[in-house]
């Protein structure tokens, strides 16, 4: 007989609500249900937080090794499964198959679902072959191929339903990231900010792929999906903050001069446009202004509002594009059906540093207020009032962090220290954090119980040479070189538990490498995280106590995930080195500088990891 996946509402809603009210009905009942896992990182809000409490601190000490799977794929595997019902959904990374287990049956492979991808695909990859994630929704499971192709498989047969092209490699767009469902939407992103690639973020109908709205990254405010409410309670946030072009551009593209206060200009249309030089060897900075969308969303139903955020702007090399480069580097907040943008706050003007700004936004609520927390590359923790994008809360996560010494609250800007500024042809030293950030992609967790943030972080410094570099379609356009160094602590990594409110680090513990791992917080205040040389730790939450350590089989850039089957709690994280961290070491590179740097930087993890990793779900109970 046909496997069924038992779902966790009652199928008499099917017959009496509409494909759109049925698939968002069933998933807000399996996000509820804490025995289940059915978003990348537990709900809409992003928090990674399970009332689950089988598993506490009196019995954490007996927590055992209960069942493994190999995915047969080597390199990076980045996210989660997802748990519905007696399933379980693994991915992996390139190719992207996808796995369905019988959690009811000694975890017998259900159907298997194998992508045909060309593998020159992996040539626009980044920063390794990774993939994020699934998304479910309408009995559907959505698979964001790294080829660009977004498809719908039947979750029962895994029958492929649709598939839509959502970016072209060829012109060096892929994609990494999760798709999310939101409603009766699936939405999802852009992978390419290093090969000059115009981002977006796009939603499609989860009834057939129709494309329903597409907002770039940057351009004019017509295909940003800026309209004239834009910004409104913070108009200042549409201000030029670095630059003014001071003699209406020549053929060079325009002389520049730094902004003061005074120079504030407030909001005009096209900034997406109108803060980007226009470079010799392209016709304008927009066109190939990066903004990628790789990371995380999540989404307020209540509000109707999704929120994102965008990376790095095109080219590493900040002289060849002077201005804000609106808005690149950048929190979104969108009205979720039509895709407008209500608010948005760029985090670092015309960045230097590779910051990316597509981390996670959080959402939660304190003192009767609607909050969304941010931790950004760049090094500070944001706080905002997800209502409308007031900068409530923006503080350095580590003092470490140098490249500015504040973030002015009034006018939401940098207050940048030009000794770590990067020129061409120039070796700036001892910038920190490094273009890998105090957090890149692993995503933090927030518990509503104690209010309170834990956070993998990295530890790691650099020098920074900006060169000279030309695009061309489809072809790496980096434009700097950088070493990788640890941090003033001599570690590369840590973890920390962080006060949103204040600003401030409540417990902070050192980790020999970056923590790469994705956190979980449990109701039994425990929490859980992976380390590059393969541990899995559970933290007291209170005190980041480690109360257990597991050493899995290669290192751990995935994000730790619990759910109930059959009366019993576990906890599962896939393992397999990879990311920006790894993958020097997975390719074989050695010089300093190879893999972005991480050649130099991570040269130990070798130490650790037989290269390259080889992916894996683990798998633990009582």
Not at 280 to 299: A, E, I, L, M, R
Not at 574 to 603: C, F, H, P, Q, R
């Amino acid at each position: 007989m046909q496997h069924q996946i038992k779902f966790a509402i009652s199928a008499l809603l099917l017959g009496s609500l509409s494909t759109s009210a049925w698939a968002n009905a069933e998933l807000d009942a399996l996000m509820k249900d804490d025995n289940q896992w059915a978003m990348a990182r537990k709900d809409y809000a992003n928090q990674g937080y399970s009332k689950l409490s089988q598993i506490n601190k009196s019995n954490i000490k007996n927590l055992k090794y209960a069942w493994s799977f190999a995915t047969g794929v080597n390199r990076g595997h980045e996210g989660a499964p997802l748990v519905i019902g007696n399933t379980m959904f693994i991915h992996t990374a390139f190719p992207n198959n996808v796995y369905a287990l019988n959690l009811d049956d000694n975890q017998k492979i259900l159907w298997s679902y194998f992508p045909k991808q060309d593998p020159d695909v992996q040539s626009v990859l980044c920063c390794d072959n990774v993939n994020k994630g699934l998304g479910y929704g309408d009995g559907k499971i959505f698979l964001q191929q790294n080829n660009g192709v977004l498809v719908a498989l039947d979750a029962k047969t895994g029958a492929k339903l649709w598939d839509v092209k959502v970016n072209d490699p060829k012109t060096g767009a892929a994609n990494t990231n999760v798709p999310h469902v939101f409603k009766d939407k699936v939405v999802t992103g852009c992978s390419g900010g290093e090969f000059g690639v115009r981002c977006h973020i796009s939603a499609y109908s989860i009834k057939d792929g129709s494309l329903l709205w597409k907002a770039y990254s940057t351009g004019p405010d017509s295909e940003m999906l800026i309209g004239k409410d834009f910004n409104k309670d913070n108009p200042h946030y549409s201000a030029l903050s670095v630059y003014q072009d001071v003699n209406g551009g020549n053929k060079e593209g325009g002389s520049f001069k730094p902004l003061d206060k005074s120079q504030l200009k407030y909001p005009e249309a096209d900034l997406g446009v109108r803060t980007w030089l226009k470079p010799q060897q392209q016709k304008d900075g927009w066109q190939n202004g990066g903004g990628p969308t790789w990371g995380w969303y999540s989404y307020d139903a209540k509000l109707n509002l999704m929120y994102y955020g965008t990376g790095n702007p095109g080219t590493w090399n900040p002289d060849v594009r002077p201005g804000d480069n609106k808005w690149s580097m950048t929190i979104f907040a969108r009205d979720l059906d039509t895709g407008m943008a209500r608010w948005a706050y760029q985090m670092t003007p015309h960045d230097e540093w590779d910051y990316d700004g597509m981390n996670e936004i959080i959402l939660w609520e304190a003192n009767g207020k609607q909050l969304a927390s941010h931790f950004d590359r760049n090094g500070f923790g944001y706080t905002f009032d997800r209502t409308n994008g007031s900068l409530l809360v923006a503080e350095k996560m580590h003092p470490f962090v140098n490249w500015a010494s504040k973030i002015d609250l009034k006018t939401g800007i940098p207050v940048k220290d030009a000794k770590f500024s990067t020129h061409q042809d120039y070796n700036a030293h001892g910038i920190c954090p490094s273009a890998l950030g105090v957090k890149d992609e692993q995503p933090a967790a927030y518990s509503p119980k104690n209010k309170m943030f834990y956070v993998p972080l990295n530890h790691v410094c650099m020098t920074y040479e900006p060169v000279e570099s030309k695009y061309v379609a489809g072809q790496p356009w980096v434009g700097a070189t950088l070493t990788m160094f640890a941090g003033p602590d001599g570690v590369m990594g840590g973890f920390m538990a962080w006060d949103a409110l204040k600003g401030k680090s409540q417990w902070y513990n050192k980790e020999k490498f970056s923590a790469w791992g994705g956190a979980l917080v449990t109701a039994s205040d425990l929490v859980f995280y992976g380390t590059l040389d393969r541990w899995v730790k559970a933290l007291d939450a209170k005190t980041g106590k480690e109360l257990w350590k597991f050493q899995v089989g290669s290192g751990v850039v995935g994000n730790v995930i619990t759910y109930g089957h059959k009366g019993k709690q576990y906890v599962g994280v896939l393992s397999g080195i990879g990311g920006w961290a790894g993958v020097a070491m997975n390719l074989g590179l050695t010089n300093e500088t190879d893999g972005l740097g991480a050649a130099g930087g991570y040269k130990e993890l070798t130490k650790y990891n037989a290269a390259p990793g080889g992916g894996a779900m683990n798998v633990f109970s009582l």
